[in-house]
């Protein structure tokens, strides 16, 4: 059993920075291709980034593509999501997951993913 703990989350002017962090435990952290998922009111959880195991192939949304920037220690068994130029409309709920064990394909499907977060709240103000 994977347990996941997010940090780092907080209240940010337009243009700002942020960079949440996930810390797993529980598991054999390098087995597992990591995400980062955001959730706002009233809409569905939609994928923000994710990376393989190794660490050496990631994926994003378009949303956010060329902006944020996810990435994992997988020694300190964590991963970040460093967040730059944020806009009003990248305020959520933000989630980090664990894939499942040993598979680094469909990391965009959030059906692939087994372990979740408690989340964190992400506010970006115009």
């Known amino acids: 059993q994977v347990q996941l703990v997010e940090s780092g989350g907080g209240s940010v002017q337009a243009g700002g920075s942020l960079r949440p962090s996930c810390a797993a435990s529980?598991?054999?952290?390098?087995?597992?291709?990591m995400g980062w998922f955001r959730q706002a009111p009233g809409q569905e959880r939609e994928v923000v980034a994710a990376?393989?195991?190794?660490?050496?192939?990631?994926v994003y949304s378009d949303s956010v593509k060329g902006r944020f920037t996810i990435s994992r220690d997988n020694a300190k068994t964590t991963v970040y999501l460093q967040m730059n130029s944020l806009k009003a409309e990248d305020t959520a709920v933000y989630y980090c997951?664990?894939?499942?064990?040993?598979?680094?394909?469909?990391?965009?499907?959030?059906?692939?993913?087994?372990?979740w977060g408690q989340g964190t709240q992400v506010t970006v103000s115009s």
């Open positions: 997951a664990a894939h499942l064990l040993g598979r680094d394909l469909r990391l965009a499907d959030i059906y692939e993913y087994a372990y």
């Open positions: 529980g598991g054999t952290f390098s087995q597992y291709a």
């Open positions: 990376v393989r195991r190794s660490g050496c192939h990631t």
